[in-house]
Every structure is written in structure tokens, then in C-alpha cells.
């Protein structure tokens, strides 16, 4: 498919501000389906003459309505995860995720060897580069039920928190500290701040960007991890590409515009990782397909049709994808940051 084709114009009645670079001028509006549950309901993004970002035009009112079971979020966690540790448990099992990150442990090399590699289905590489180990004090925004960080709970960490608005479930969510209010956090009371594909849900995350900033304490820093705008996967499959995912992703900022976006929020941008994955090509071909994420008998990335795809279909899209992340063009990218001007 060749590059998505905005429609030519906008009313000139129409009010634009870019949400990521703060641009007044969008260069021409995509509609877009929802998908995920095979509605087909239609939604317009506009996207930034200066920055490339796209953003939902008009946000439906009812956004919880979208969010409903099943969603990625919701991801059950095995009942051992939850389980209680006692003290000498939860020590060496931090020590050994501890050693598991490069530091030096002589008791977390001895746990290794006798129990194995932590039960961990998350990139340990986050937390290194962040230098955050067990002691940490860790703030997951957009947490869902927490899985993440209940994992965390189950490798030693003691001091985590999370946040979701549309959080369900809360006998789950007892197992971590839970924030209700983001102004009500801490400020600097966090060593490292997430927002795990979140972000790209909130139609005004300039504002949400400040608050967790300040959230972070001096040193300490913030991972946002995003889908890209102008991503090969765009230009190739326009508003079939799988990450626009109407209407829940309101805002998806460019590179560009997502670095603008931390400028514009006081913080300093440090690393950029590109973390794209094959699903930016399976779920996108699926759409092609006018197969639903969900639909219950005909998807494969739910694993109700393994025959959709060959298998060196799978193995061409992984390669493809390792090769979009190496030249910066993968459709998502994992975002570190810290404040510019830190707190007192």
C-alpha cells in the first residue's frame, strides 16, 4: 500500500493545536475504523503539518465503553505471582534480579544458580538502563491491573505504585500501593516513573507528562514507551496499520513530535529504544483481512485461526521488524527522560 493520503483540507472553522509540538496547522484528516472489536464505527485523525503526529479529531463520549473485557491490559497473572513472601524470600529473590541486572551480588549469584533465571515476561533492560533495582520506588501510570508490577512484587521489589483510570479488579490491585489521583503522588518520591503505552490514550498528555515528572526524583527517571506516527507501518498500511487503534489511541506522536512533546513537559530527553515487534505487520495484515483483533473465530493474534499466516510469513515480519527498529523506523519506541529542572 502506498502512503496514507490525508483528505486536502479542513474546514476553516475547524480549531487545531497539535497536542505534541503545539502546532496550529494539521496538514489534512485520515478515518479511521475501530477494529479491535470489529465495530466499524468511523473516527478522523488529523495529522500535524509540523511534527507528523496524528490525533482523534472528536473523542467519543462514552471512552470507557471501548476498554471493555477482553483488553491487553486485563492480562491475567498466574496465582503463584501473587502469592505472600516473607522477608528472606522476597531479599533473595531482589538479589538475584539484582544480579540478573549486572550488579554484583555474591548471594543473588548463588540464588541464580540454585533457582534459575527470575520468572520475568518483561524486558529486564528497562530497569538497568534506569538503574533500578529492588530498592527502587517505582510509579507504573496507565498500570492496567498492575501486572507488571506485581511481577516486580514477586522479584524482590517492595515499594511500587500504580495508576489507571480504568482500573477493574481491585482485589488483584491490593497486592501494590494504588494512586487514585496523580496530584495527590508524591513529588520526587519515585526513582523511576512508567508509562507504558499509555500515554497515547490521553487526549492531553503535555499535561499528564508534567505531573509525572514531577513525580520523579532528581537522578531518578521517566520511561515512556509510545506507538510512532510516520512509522514505516503507517506509511504502509495507513489506518489499517494496528497501533493507530481507534478511538482509544488519541494522540500518537511522531519521533519528532514526541520529543518535542518532553521538551514542552520540562524534562530532558536521554535514550531513545525502538521496540517494535512482528504484530506491527500480523495485526495490520489481519486488518487488512477486515478480521477483528477479537473476533472469536477467525483471529490468529487471539489464537483462534494459527493457519492465517506461514510460517515464513511470522519469520519475514520478526526479521523486518528487528531491521525497522535498527533504522529507527519500527512503529513503537521505549522513551527515557528526566527532569530538566529537578524538584527541591
Not at 507501518?233 to 520529543?259: C, E, F, I, N
Request: charged content about 20%; some cysteine.
Amino acid at each position: 500500500m502506498s502512503r496514507p493520503q490525508p483528505s486536502p483540507s479542513l474546514s476553516p472553522s475547524t480549531t487545531y493545536r497539535c497536542a505534541c509540538c503545539g502546532g496550529g496547522h494539521a496538514v489534512g484528516e485520515h478515518v479511521a475504523q475501530e477494529r479491535m472489536y470489529g465495530t466499524m464505527e468511523s473516527f478522523v485523525y488529523r495529522e500535524c503539518a509540523a511534527c507528523g503526529s496524528l490525533q482523534l479529531a472528536t473523542p467519543p463520549a462514552d471512552m470507557g465503553a471501548y476498554y471493555r473485557e477482553p483488553y491487553a491490559s486485563w492480562q491475567p497473572v498466574p496465582g503463584y505471582v501473587d502469592r505472600p513472601l516473607g522477608y528472606v524470600s522476597r531479599t533473595l529473590r531482589g538479589l538475584r534480579f539484582a544480579r540478573c541486572m549486572g550488579r554484583i551480588s555474591p548471594t543473588g549469584a548463588a540464588a541464580l544458580r540454585a533457582f534459575g533465571k527470575p520468572e520475568f515476561p518483561y524486558p529486564m533492560s528497562w530497569f538497568i538502563r534506569a538503574d533500578a533495582g529492588p530498592e527502587a520506588r517505582v510509579f507504573d501510570f496507565g498500570c492496567g491491573n498492575a501486572r507488571l508490577l506485581r511481577y516486580l512484587r514477586y522479584n524482590g521489589y517492595r515499594y511500587l505504585c500504580g495508576h489507571d483510570r480504568y482500573a477493574r479488579g481491585q482485589d488483584a490491585l491490593r497486592m501494590v500501593d494504588w494512586c487514585d489521583d496523580l496530584d495527590e503522588a508524591p513529588v520526587g518520591g519515585f526513582d523511576l516513573v512508567m508509562a507504558h503505552h499509555s500515554l497515547e490514550h490521553l487526549d492531553e498528555p503535555l499535561e499528564t507528562l508534567q505531573k509525572l515528572g514531577r513525580l520523579v526524583r532528581p537522578g531518578g527517571t521517566l520511561l515512556v514507551r509510545v506507538p510512532l506516527a510516520q512509522c514505516q507501518a503507517w506509511q504502509q498500511y495507513g489506518t489499517r496499520w494496528v497501533q493507530l487503534d481507534a478511538p482509544r489511541h488519541q494522540v500518537l506522536p511522531s519521533a519528532k513530535g514526541m520529543a518535542q512533546l518532553l521538551e514542552r513537559a520540562g524534562l530532558e530527553l536521554v535514550h531513545v529504544e525502538y521496540d517494535s515487534s512482528a504484530f506491527q505487520f500480523i495485526g495490520s495484515e489481519q486488518y487488512l483481512l477486515d478480521i477483528a483483533m477479537y473476533d472469536p473465530q477467525r483471529s490468529y493474534l487471539i489464537g483462534k485461526n494459527p493457519d492465517l499466516f506461514s510460517s515464513g510469513q511470522l519469520d519475514s515480519w520478526t526479521g523486518l521488524a528487528h531491521e525497522l527498529n535498527q533504522r529507527r523506523e519500527g512503529d513503537q519506541a521505549c522513551f527515557y527522560a528526566r527532569p530538566a529542572n529537578p524538584h527541591q
